[in-house]
Every structure is written in C-alpha cells, then in structure tokens.
C-alpha cells in the first residue's frame, strides 16, 4: 500500500518570503500521480498543483512549484513570495493510475497535513 | 456550474442515531468519493463509486453505507452513529479515475 508522509505539523513564513513544504511517499509503482491540495479555513480543499510521475519537468503554477525527485520519492511544494490568503493546511496526495484490466479505481492516499501561517 | 454539492453543513447527532449525508455534482463526473478527516490528519476514504450503480469500499467503510443510483448524487448513510464517526466528511468527484478531485465544503458531524 502506498503511504504519504508529510514530516512538517507545522511552519511559518513571514510575507514576500518563500517556504518549502515536505512530502515523500512509498511505492512500487513507476507511474503515478502527486498532487498537493490546500485547505484555508473555509475548509474547502482547494487543488494547487499536480505533478505526473513520468514527467521530469517540474510542475509550476504560478508562485507554487514542487521539487520532483522521482528516485528519492520525494516532492516538495515551494511557495514563493507567501502571501497571508496562503495561511492554510496543506496536503500531500498520491494517487496510482488505473488500468482496466485491474477493475478497481484511483484512490487518493493523502498525508496528515502542513499547518503553513504567513506573518504580516 | 455549482460543482459538489453538500448538506447539511453541520449536525449532530446522538449514539444510536441515524442520518443521511447528501453530495451532489453537477459536472457529469462518472467517479464520487466520500471521505473523512479526523482532526490532525489527512482525508481517508470511506467509499467510492466509479459510476452509477457501482460502489466499493476505501479504508474505513465500516458504519457506512452508500448507493449510488444516478451519476450526480452519492449520499453517505451512517447507521447507529457512534462517537468514532465524529469528523469532517468530505465528498469529491472526478472526470475520470486520473483527474484531480473536486471537493465539496464538507459536513462537520458531531456525535455525543
């Protein structure tokens, strides 16, 4: 079974800095897919970026990107310029792709969660 | 388009009782989630369906109960609630097994 670990419970960052938030996973899959979601306290889980595992290029949007390292099994999110609407959890997720032949359906494993304040 | 749909926000409920959690999408996705988020931790899956009619338990589907008879509604039974079903349960939909999920607001259930 795959696991998500996510080593940080918490972090801050005062604002215009950049912080970077941990994840590795375990697996024996070689393709597969990683996101990291974003929970404010509205508790709307809110998708912030995804990174397929076959792709070498790191995945960016806009101030968030993530640090790939598909032999070490980790991938961490850098948040560049914080912002405080970025004050959130933040979540680490796996997901294994499906094949028919298997039946069944992808199934998010998600890791306990980075509490992540900015400071004014 | 409203996406996932969830109510009620809150309850609460008394051991012993039962209820309903209702999600509903309005995007066409074939695959429905529901999961739970228990203080300090991440989501873990209750029960999925990949299509209407189709159903298969996660990780933790005991005390529930789903069905899923059309492709826009999922709704969660919980059966003889207990203290232990106390958490955030989230609903969240998909494209397609690969597609990233959309999540619901969440109902926060209390069980005293």
């Known amino acids: 079974a795959q696991t998500v670990t996510q080593s940080q419970p918490e972090m801050s960052v005062q604002e215009a800095e950049t912080v970077t938030l941990s994840c590795t996973y375990d697996t024996s899959e070689s393709n597969y897919y990683l996101f990291w979601y974003k929970q404010p306290p509205s508790r709307q889980m809110i998708l912030v970026i995804r990174q397929e595992a076959y792709k070498q290029q790191n995945a960016t949007e806009n101030r968030f990107s993530v640090n790939f390292q598909k032999a070490a099994k980790s991938f961490s999110l850098k948040i560049s310029d914080s912002q405080l609407g970025d004050t959130a959890m933040y979540f680490c997720a796996f997901m294994k792709p499906n094949y028919p032949s298997q039946g069944g359906s992808e199934k998010l494993v998600f890791g306990k969660g980075t509490k992540l304040t900015v400071n004014p | 388009n409203a996406g996932v749909t969830q109510t009620p926000k809150f309850r609460i409920l008394k051991i012993g009782q039962s209820m309903t959690l209702q999600c509903t999408q309005d995007m066409n996705h074939n695959y429905m989630y529901w999961y739970r988020q228990d203080p300090g931790m991440g989501l873990k899956l209750i029960y999925y369906s990949v299509g209407a009619g189709i159903t298969d338990k996660g990780e933790v589907p005991n005390g529930y109960n789903v069905s899923r008879s059309t492709t826009e509604d999922f709704p969660l039974r919980l059966e003889l609630a207990a203290p232990s079903q106390t958490s955030v349960y989230f609903c969240?939909?998909?494209?397609?097994?690969?597609?990233?999920?959309?999540f619901g607001n969440g109902t926060r259930l209390t069980v005293t």
């Open positions: 969240a939909s998909s494209r397609k097994g690969d597609s990233p999920l959309h």
